[in-house]
């Protein structure tokens, strides 16, 4: 009977798949996990517990919710809580009121079941949105508490082709103006027109003695402009002065220099109308724009490519200073790109005949099958997702700015993508199959000059079955992609493709019936904030409430434990105090230990009620180890003076020495109204306490605490795949196995339990019988081993399972085993 000693000391190839369970023939079968739960895999190898999620408001309703990402620097970054008809806006850690107390909001279209179409574009202070089904709008952030939401005003364009058909003709009823009419001899409009741009120029215009420069030369085969009229020179003639003196032009736009070069009438103009009233299928009521070049009826005019006729917009994008937009109920695989730095202006020519480098553009890819586009992600080309593919849209020459003349779309891969937008990480971008049921990456391959499209769930394919329904991108600390799936399950997704960290993991959000309904990241703090919007069933009612993931946890952050945040939908409070002109001194003589009776006096300020008889206080400061002592209240003598007794004994640092860094201590909190009848965990000054039952908005505690976080408490569990650590004659595959123990090495944790199942777990022993016992024991950092309580098995997996709001890192895990062969 061999015995085996291996050692896990990566965890980062994430939860595998059951089909997957028998591959010890992979490389990564080592470093992956049979379940990984609210774990997140760190590129460096270890495994950490997620933090807990931090309640910030209730939602405005129960229904669906979309949280749309508002960044205009690093500095400056919101959340929108997009709900029914209406936006609320989130920054820094709250909700912004106006006045306090009420919530700021602005009314919205979008209906509850709009939210998941809705996709974005931001540029500076300005969010454009665009919807099939409405007209797209932008979002502009004037100050803190005020924001609009505005219909998105086009300047000329975008339209469809030309009008070719000599007998659908336009006839305004003036050139300027509102409330003129545009009459047609044959149906052209529908009552969906209401709102839609048209553009008319004109047909055959009158050549009037002196439009021309009688004196100037005109070479062959140029385009020459008078009065609002444009001509080109017959190519290859020769130069001539005026053409002949004559009153007007003839209907061929036709005529001849008096040199001999011929001349050719093009156009006179343009101007472009919005319909703002049906009458019939042959007459609407217009408001001008732009002057159009006549009153009289034309043949050249183009219809407005959006409207609600022919549908709106359903992706956008910026690329290279264009503002695009693609996709409309009638030209599903079309794309529209602005003129360049102007991001309203869609003009198909610059005079109505001239096409310039920065003039707006429009391009149909051309497909086998009419593939509609589902959204587009720029980087250094523009990737263009539609059902059944992906597509580059570039210059065709890479050292080009894009032009009107130099587009090139390319093909790429035929997976097809979902309608959710994609992220950006690095240089791939992550999108989500059309069934939603896999995740891609598509990126640039040196290596065959193309772009690739892996995809990354083929490992953890159980996990996403049930469907994606969001990605945010959290780049900063753990570089993790946070999928919610359609169920509400929140999953992670750890993503460092230059590490080869590719690893996922599922996440339960405490509480009962949780489930996520809306996830965004944001930048905050040197870090990005993932912000959730979960909805539970609360005391017999469903309530959905807006929370976040709180940062990492560094347990040399300075008040080590204190700061560990574990719980979900948590409140915290910290009664440290912060200014650091308010001060306290400990006065009295000797002794100076546990029960002495000794006065507490403010300096400068008045922090003592009448009531406080019985209430704590903790003092500390620089050079004072934490944590600090505690002293208890029992008479007050005044508002900056009361008596108290030690209940520490009091370093020489603080005897008779003025401290900033004192604390009110509590044994009640409120604020716990979202999770009314509740049972939270509590960790007070870094010690796990009994957990309570809210009540009327509030908890109370056993005993006083100056620093306390209470919420939904969740597990953590981390299990290994089956140990293959080899036999006699080959493989342990089928062969009985038995753990006598296992090290795991940890670092900064405390509170986890190790063995095989739930039926055969064992709590791992923190404390020390020489710490003591009215204080938290330290965080631990370095190996532990437990004696196996499972016997004989075929299967021989460890697993680490953390229920208490305390961290949790593991480091690696060595069980010693023997395989019987």
């Known amino acids: 009977m061999p015995r085996f000693a291996p050692v896990f000391t990566t965890f980062n190839a994430g939860e595998w798949s059951p089909e997957l369970h028998g591959r010890v023939d992979l490389a990564k079968y080592s470093n992956a996990c049979r379940v990984l739960r609210n774990m997140i895999p760190l590129p460096q190898g270890a495994a950490t517990r997620r933090p807990g999620t931090r309640f910030v408001a209730t939602a405005k309703e129960t229904g669906p919710v979309r949280l749309i990402p508002f960044q205009f620097s690093a500095g400056q970054a919101y959340v929108i809580e997009a709900g029914e008809q209406y936006f609320r806006f989130y920054a820094g850690d709250g909700r912004i009121e106006e006045p306090?107390?009420?919530?700021?909001?602005?009314?919205?279209?979008?209906?509850?079941?709009d939210l998941a179409g809705l996709q974005w574009a931001q540029s500076a202070?300005?969010?454009?949105?665009?919807?099939?089904?409405?007209?797209?709008?932008?979002?502009?952030?004037?100050?803190?508490?005020?924001?609009?939401?505005?219909?998105?005003?086009?300047?000329?364009?975008?339209?469809?082709?030309?009008?070719?058909?000599?007998?659908?003709?336009l006839d305004p009823s003036a050139a300027t103006g509102s409330g003129i009419t545009l009459t047609t001899l044959v149906d052209l409009f529908v009552p969906a027109h209401v709102g839609s741009v048209w553009r008319l120029e004109e047909t055959a215009g009158h050549l009037n003695y002196g439009d021309w420069e009688q004196t100037k030369s005109y070479p062959g085969g140029q385009k020459v402009k008078f009065?609002?009229?444009?001509?080109?020179?017959?190519?290859?003639?020769?130069?001539?002065?005026?053409?002949?003196?004559?009153?007007?032009?003839?209907?061929?736009?036709?005529?001849?220099?008096?040199?001999?070069?011929?001349?050719?009438?093009?156009?006179?103009?343009?101007?472009?109308?919005?319909?703002?009233?049906?009458?019939?299928?042959?007459?609407?009521?217009?408001?001008?724009?732009?002057?159009?070049?006549?009153?009289?009826?034309?043949?050249?005019?183009r219809e407005g490519a959006w409207s609600d006729h022919r549908g709106w917009p359903a992706a956008i994008g910026f690329y290279e200073d264009r503002l695009f937009f693609a996709n409309t109920a009638h030209q599903p695989q079309t794309l529209w790109g602005s003129a360049s730095g102007a991001y309203s202006d869609f003009s198909p020519t610059d005079n109505g005949i001239t096409v310039l480098d920065d003039t707006a553009m429009t391009f149909t890819i051309a497909d086998n099958e009419v593939n509609a586009i589902s959204w587009l992600s720029p980087g250094k080309v523009l990737i263009v997702g539609t059902e059944g593919g992906e597509f580059t849209v570039q210059a065709s020459n890479l050292n080009e700015a894009v032009t009107p003349g130099n587009l090139t779309v390319r093909a790429q891969s035929n997976i097809g993508c979902s309608t959710l937008p994609p992220v950006r990480a690095g240089g791939a971008t992550l999108f989500v199959q059309r069934a939603r049921r896999k995740l891609y990456e598509i990126a640039y391959r040196f290596e065959s000059d193309s772009y690739g499209a892996p995809e990354m769930t083929i490992l953890a394919s159980h996990l996403v079955r049930d469907g994606i329904a969001a990605l945010a991108f959290q780049r900063q600390p753990w570089s993790v992609l946070w999928a919610l799936r359609e169920d509400g399950l929140l999953l992670g997704f750890t993503y460092l493709r230059e590490q080869d960290v590719i690893a996922w993991h599922r996440h339960d959000l405490g509480g009962s019936d949780a489930v996520a309904i809306g996830a965004v990241a944001i930048p905050a703090d040197g870090h990005d904030r993932l912000w959730l919007a979960v909805r539970r069933q609360i005391d017999g009612q469903k309530i959905s409430t807006i929370e976040y993931l709180e940062s990492e946890f560094w347990p040399d952050s300075g008040r080590g434990i204190d700061n560990a945040f574990f719980v979900d939908s948590g409140l915290s409070y910290d009664g440290w105090n912060m200014d650091p002109a308010k001060r306290l001194t400990l006065q009295g003589g000797a002794p100076w230990t546990t029960g002495a009776v000794k006065t507490l006096v403010a300096d400068g300020h008045s922090p003592f009620l009448p009531d406080d008889a019985g209430k704590c206080f903790r003092l500390g400061g620089p050079g004072i180890a934490w944590p600090p002592v505690a002293?208890?209240?029992?008479?007050?003598?005044?508002?900056?003076?009361?008596?108290?007794?030690?209940?520490?004994?009091?370093?020489?640092?603080?005897?008779?020495?003025?401290?900033?860094?004192?604390?009110?201590?509590?044994?009640?909190?409120?604020?716990?109204?979202?999770?009314?009848?509740?049972?939270?965990?509590?960790?007070?000054?870094?010690?796990?306490?009994?957990?309570?039952?809210?009540?009327?908005?509030?908890?109370?505690?056993?005993?006083?605490?100056?620093?306390?976080?209470?919420?939904?408490?969740?597990?953590?569990?981390?299990?290994?795949?089956?140990?293959?650590?080899?036999?006699?004659?080959?493989?342990?595959?089928?062969?009985?196995?038995?753990?006598?123990?296992?090290?795991?090495?940890?670092?900064?944790?405390?509170?986890?339990?190790?063995?095989?199942?739930d039926a055969h777990l064992d709590q791992l022993a923190f404390r020390g019988s020489d710490d003591p016992m009215d204080r938290p024991p330290p965080l631990f950092t370095g190996d532990r081993t437990i004696l196996f309580p499972k016997g004989w098995d075929r299967a021989a997996r460890v697993l680490i399972v953390q229920s208490q709001p305390l961290p949790l890192t593991v480091a690696a895990i060595a069980p010693h085993l023997t395989t019987n062969g």
């Open 125 to 169: 202070d300005v969010l454009y949105l665009v919807h099939r089904g409405y007209a797209p709008r932008q979002l502009n952030r004037l100050s803190h508490t005020n924001w609009t939401l505005t219909a998105f005003e086009f300047e000329d364009g975008p339209y469809l082709d030309l009008n070719t058909d000599a007998s659908r003709t």
């Open 631 to 757: 002293v208890e209240i029992t008479a007050y003598n005044a508002a900056d003076n009361v008596s108290v007794r030690l209940v520490d004994d009091v370093p020489p640092a603080l005897q008779q020495q003025s401290t900033a860094g004192w604390a009110r201590m509590v044994t009640t909190l409120s604020g716990f109204a979202h999770l009314e009848g509740e049972t939270v965990q509590v960790l007070a000054d870094g010690a796990a306490h009994p957990a309570r039952t809210v009540v009327d908005g509030g908890i109370a505690l056993q005993q006083p605490a100056s620093i306390v976080h209470a919420g939904l408490g969740y597990e953590s569990r981390l299990e290994t795949l089956d140990l293959e650590a080899g036999a006699v004659d080959g493989t342990a595959i089928g062969k009985a196995k038995r753990i006598h123990r296992a090290t795991v090495r940890l670092f900064a944790s405390l509170g986890c339990a190790v063995g095989f199942d």
């Open 227 to 301: 009065a609002d009229r444009v001509y080109e020179t017959a190519a290859g003639g020769t130069s001539g002065t005026a053409p002949p003196l004559h009153s007007e032009g003839t209907e061929s736009d036709q005529g001849t220099h008096s040199s001999g070069v011929s001349w050719t009438y093009l156009h006179s103009g343009h101007g472009w109308v919005r319909i703002t009233a049906y009458t019939s299928a042959t007459q609407v009521t217009a408001d001008v724009l732009s002057r159009l070049p006549s009153s009289s009826a034309t043949k050249r005019w």
């Open 100 to 113: 306090p107390g009420t919530p700021f909001e602005i009314a919205t279209p979008y209906a509850a079941e």
